[in-house]
């Protein structure tokens, strides 16, 4: 029997303007020290300029590919946008006969969007000469067309993992 305490899954909030998990949780991660209506200021004003972007130049979120439709609305960009930035695996390090090795694995989907959201508000905080809304407005749109900082780092983290794909039988 095991001793160990379940772990309980907590409901995310459901965001008062937009009315979206998403956004909440997007919120949660960009806010610091507490300063939760500073969070929204910031989220609110970069989805305030996507639309302001998607308005003046709609074709610009139209994703290449048969079949593809543009962006409805800010809400779709954003969702799309993070969906691009989510990492698949990853490589933690294994203990094996007194080596280490860097196995490649899966990545739980909780930890995907975490991961992806704490790439965009640190590379976003790294932007200089803008302010955060426009900074985090900049890498959503960004990840939307598949370039920018955080799918370079997505992308690195893949090639990490397809580079030790060896010692992937060392996952358990």
Request: glycine residues 6%; charged residues 30%.
């Amino acid at each position: 029997m095991s001793r160990r305490a379940k772990k309980i899954e907590k409901r995310v909030s459901v965001d008062p303007k937009f009315n979206s998990e998403l956004i909440a949780h997007v919120i949660r991660i960009i806010m610091k020290d507490g300063k939760k209506t500073t969070a929204e200021k910031i989220v609110y004003g970069a989805v305030a300029k996507i639309e302001e972007e998607l308005a003046k130049n709609p074709a610009k979120f139209t994703p290449e590919g048969e079949g593809a439709k543009p962006a409805a609305d800010a809400l779709e960009v954003i969702s799309r946008a993070i969906e691009n930035m989510k990492p698949k695996v990853e490589v933690k390090t294994r203990r094996v006969g007194g080596t280490t090795y860097p196995v490649p694995v899966e990545i739980n989907p909780v930890r995907q969007l975490s991961l992806a959201l704490r790439w965009m508000t640190t590379f976003a905080s790294g932007r200089h000469g803008m302010g955060m809304p426009a900074a985090v407005a900049a890498e959503i749109v960004d990840a939307f067309l598949g370039q920018g900082n955080v799918i370079k780092k997505r992308d690195d983290v893949h090639k990490m993992a397809a580079a030790n794909k060896a010692f992937a039988h060392y996952a358990w």
